[in-house]
């Protein structure tokens, strides 16, 4: 548990998983300097010991994180400000370069950098009450850190039409724009984060054990070799999502070559898809998809292509 006089982040392990907590439901769980320190910390300490997936929340239903705390923000200078800005791209960091898959459970509001915080997450699981904004936008301050990660959840011209009026979304909309990947009844929220955990948790471990050759799930195979927990966890998502249409018994040698260091072996059986902007150079040698993280539906879409289904 890492202290704030302002609230805190708890630390919870269940087995194979932990669970982060914003802890600081007085401010909506806003979050200042020293909380955004100890957050980066956290999680840069779970690099020691890594889970095999961590999910992160806010304390409460108010929120998941209400942005930045206005009483910190009113007293800043340029410098500090420059300071302030530094220490919320570092805690966005350290969600990214997380060695397990982060899974944001979203309760609430998540606001301007608790928005940015959802988005350095892997995978985000919503209530259908959660709301999601940019609203320092309306009062003339610019989103300058981890927005930069919105365009490839959102495609550009709904990043800019979210960054340019500083109008919130619904979480029903927040779907549909590629912002979450699930939306479910506040009472289903924590289940739902538990079921798309469990085999979150459980193909992390095949890619610690096998990294360059791994059976991720029966008839997949991954060849992954320096690629970021952001591209894991689509793929744990995309599978996740192929189980709950029964589409997996159809899919057989289904190879997806992932991060920067891999190499596409020349002998293999089937067509396979490559994933991620940085292996472009391979794109006439399988199924190539573009992007860090890739888009859902195109992989969705490419697997239904090499597998015909």
């Known amino acids: 548990m890492t202290m704030d006089s302002d609230g805190r982040i708890r630390v919870e392990r269940d087995g194979d998983t ?3 907590v914003i802890d600081n439901p007085r401010k909506a769980n806003a979050l200042g300097s020293a909380l955004l320190e100890a957050l980066r910390t956290t999680f840069e300490s779970l690099g ?3 889970p095999r997936a961590v999910i992160l ?3 409460g239903e108010r929120a998941f994180a209400g942005g930045a705390d206005l009483a910190e923000l009113g007293s800043l200078d340029v410098e500090s400000a420059r300071a302030f800005i530094g220490k919320v791209h570092a805690a966005c960091n350290a969600v990214r370069r997380c060695p397990a898959p ?7 509001a998540a606001l301007g950098a608790g928005l940015e915080l959802a988005a350095s997450c892997d995978i985000r699981v919503a209530s259908d009450g959660a709301t999601f904004g940019m609203p320092e936008v309306r009062f003339g301050i610019p989103s300058v850190v981890e927005a930069a990660l919105l365009p490839r959840l959102l495609g550009r011209g709904r990043a800019a ?5 500083g109008r919130n979304l619904d979480a029903r909309t927040a779907l549909e724009w590629g912002l979450v990947e699930r939306v479910v009844p506040a009472a289903d929220l924590d289940a739902e984060v538990e079921v798309i955990g469990e085999p979150v948790s459980s193909f992390t471990h095949r890619f610690e054990r096998a990294p360059t050759g791994t059976d991720f799930a029966e008839g997949v195979t991954v060849i992954s070799e320096g690629a970021c927990s952001a591209c894991h966890g689509t793929i744990h998502s995309v599978i996740y999502d192929l189980e709950q249409m029964n589409k997996m018994e159809e899919i057989r040698d289904l190879f997806i070559v992932v991060g920067e260091n891999a190499e596409v072996p020349d002998d293999l059986p089937n067509t ?3 994933m991620g902007t940085c292996l472009r150079k391979y794109e006439d040698k399988g199924c190539f ?3 860090c993280p890739p888009n859902n539906d195109k992989m969705r879409a490419a697997i239904s292509e090499i597998c015909g289904i």
Do not use: D, H
């Open 18 to 20: 932990v669970r982060v």
């Open 48 to 50: 020691a010991a890594p």
């Open 57 to 59: 929340t806010g304390e």
């Open 102 to 108: 982060v899974i944001a459970r979203l309760r609430g």
């Open 161 to 165: 039409w979210f960054l340019l009026t």
């Open 272 to 274: 396979p898809l490559i």
């Open 289 to 291: 998809v573009e992007g």
